[in-house]
């Protein structure tokens, strides 16, 4: 397993975050199964602040 953005190696035992891509439906969260390892925060706000936020239309549960 590797950080989504520097793309370093996450050994076992060392803290990981996790971003999980989902949607809000009328029962709470809905995953969608794509989920994204992170190293650290500073490893977060690069990956986000350097891609475009798509427009994703609603989805209806």
Do not use: W
């Amino acid at each position: 397993m590797e950080c989504s953005q520097c793309r370093k190696k996450l050994e076992l035992g060392v803290d990981v975050i996790t971003v999980e891509k989902s949607v809000l439906g009328p029962r709470g969260i809905v995953p969608l199964g794509e989920i994204e390892y992170f190293c650290c925060e500073a490893c977060i706000a690069d990956f986000y602040s350097n891609v475009d936020i798509p427009h994703i239309d609603r989805r209806i549960p």
